[in-house]
């Protein structure tokens, strides 16, 4: 019988639970992988008057043993794959990203953190928990220790479940995060390393807007958390050619403005095209009647009550004219807003009202009762409707942030709403908005929208969701924040109406034989 190997010393320290060994003088866990290196390296860090051998030796002593390889010590080795690193340049920019704390390797510790990662600049967090979620957040402010509030327009979280990280951009008027000496955490929502523990912990706050069943399928236990410094290189284009021919010009501006205008419906018998708007709550449909009408108006209006909740803040079903200025003549078109789709039964636009809406038989200001449908009356169900009050296009409205978040249940009643709409004629488009939260090289920069990689594959991923071309998702940022006209948001809202008109006739190219039969 061979001899009895003698244990470490370091064991006098650490209690080994499962995969994890436990520092018993503060309490941290780290990655347990068959022998004492990093126990040694966290005793050296964290308990330094223990007399034990100095952090140089002990990490020599280690490679010397063959505890741990050279591979291991700094520069550590990021779990991310090439493909996920390219999409987070495609998100950041012209970007390099240098690990600078991995919690497997360092332990789930706010000192150790702080001491890899404070004074770095922005960094970007990268979480993964043992159901296979990898989720996590940016920050352009460094870390510090100010304990201060602080303020960051280009923080976000993200989740990054499919082929492409979603973010959640902070909200507008809340700070990222406090710059304290605890784990890294955002807007004191999202705490990393809670404890000192292999654990992320959901605190209620307002900074940020995201549902934990998508964000990390509500299991809070991590199994690795590393930190990345992001180098940002000059913005410069990142990419050869548009994948959409796009013309950013005053011509072109005015061009479809004098199409949008004199539009005629292919049919005689209609005087305007009817436009329906559906999509979840917040996505932005009122948001894009105000800013049709800030176009044809001229500055910036507000006439749809429009903003951010959780619940719907349309409640009627409106259907809104828009005028060649304040005084001028109405357009060819009237846009049709609707209350909110949201994932809970009994809440939100009934999909039975959609039906409805599409055969004109819902009246203009009508109050939508989110538990039953509208109910026609025997005297008006036995009257037939025209053409002209039948909606001739309809248009999904999706948040580009939120495409990947977007939960099961929304998911499931907007593929019945499509199999219904399927079964009619009527021609089908979404408006993915919000790209330019989405993607923050289109937030400098609208006119780069058709050059980004990035909206390229949320258009990609909308397509695919939703069941609809490519070719029919058309990507626009409305007025939320400004005050004045912008014409490269002028010329892709411009263009995406100029589509639903022309979508519309095909409607009634379509129907025009069986009207000829009927």
């Known amino acids: 019988m061979g001899a009895k190997t003698k244990k470490s010393a370091v064991w006098d320290h650490f209690v080994l639970e499962k995969d994890m060994v436990r520092c018993n003088m503060c309490n941290t866990l780290l990655k347990y992988c068959g022998g004492t290196s990093t126990m040694k390296y966290h005793l050296d860090n964290r308990h330094r008057n223990m007399g034990l051998r100095s952090k140089k030796a002990s990490w020599r002593r280690a490679v010397s043993a063959g505890e741990i390889t050279h ?42 953190f702080h001491q890899c990662c404070d004074r770095q600049g922005p960094t970007l967090l990268v979480a993964q928990n043992k159901s296979g979620f990898m989720f996590g ?26 082929k492409i990280p979603v973010c959640i951009k902070v909200n507008s008027g809340h700070h990222a995060r406090l710059d304290d000496s605890g784990g890294p955490s955002f807007g004191q929502q999202l705490n990393f390393c809670y404890d000192n523990k292999p654990l992320v912990c959901n605190q209620e706050g307002y900074s940020y807007s995201f549902n934990t069943e998508t964000l990390y399928g509500n299991d809070t236990e991590l199994c690795e958390c590393e930190v990345y410094k992001v180098k940002k290189f000059s913005l410069v284009s990142f990419g050869e050619k548009q994948w959409r021919n796009m013309l950013w010009t005053t011509r072109r501006r005015e061009e479809l403005v004098e199409l949008i205008k004199n539009f005629k419906p ?8 009817q436009i329906l ?104 169900s036995s009257r037939s409707t025209s053409l002209e009050q039948k909606i001739h296009c309809v248009v999904y ?122």
């Open 277 to 380: 708007l559906i999509g979840p709550v917040g996505a932005g449909k009122s948001s894009f009647f105000n800013s049709i009408n800030s176009i044809f108006t001229g500055h910036v209006t507000n006439k749809a009550m429009a903003g951010s909740s959780s619940t719907s803040l349309t409640t009627q079903f409106r259907t809104y004219q828009v005028k060649d200025g304040r005084k001028g003549k109405p357009l060819p078109l009237v846009l049709c807003d609707t209350m909110g789709l949201e994932e809970q039964s009994g809440a939100g636009m009934d999909i039975e009202d959609i039906g409805s809406i599409l055969q004109g038989l819902i009246p203009d200001r009508y109050t939508f009762n989110p538990v039953a449908p509208y109910q026609l009356n025997e005297q008006k």
């Open 397 to 518: 409205v999706i948040d580009a942030t939120k495409i990947s978040l977007m939960s099961s249940k929304l998911e499931e009643k907007l593929a019945v709403l499509r199999r219904k709409l399927n079964l009619i004629p009527v021609p089908q488009i979404v408006l993915m908005t919000k790209v330019d939260e989405a993607c923050p090289l289109v937030e400098e920069d609208i006119q780069k929208v058709y050059v980004s990689s990035y909206i390229k594959t949320k258009v990609q991923e909308v397509s695919s969701r939703l069941g609809v071309p490519v070719s029919c998702v058309l990507p626009v940022k409305n007025y939320s924040q400004e005050l004045e006209l912008n014409l490269s948001c002028d010329v892709l809202l411009l263009t995406a109406l100029q589509q639903m008109l022309r979508f519309a006739d095909d409607y009634f190219d379509d129907i025009s034989p069986m009207q000829g039969n009927s």
């Open 137 to 162: 957040g940016y920050t352009s402010v460094e870390y510090a220790q100010s304990e201060q509030y602080i303020a960051d327009e280009e923080a976000f979280l993200f989740n990054f479940q499919g």
């Open 266 to 273: 292919l049919d005689a018998s209609v005087n305007r095209v």
């Open 71 to 112: 591979k291991q010590t700094l520069p550590l080795t990021s779990s991310l794959t090439d493909e996920q690193k390219h999409q987070f340049y495609a998100l950041l920019g012209d970007v390099e990203l240098t690990l600078l704390f991995k919690a497997s390797v360092h332990g789930y510790d706010a000192t150790t």
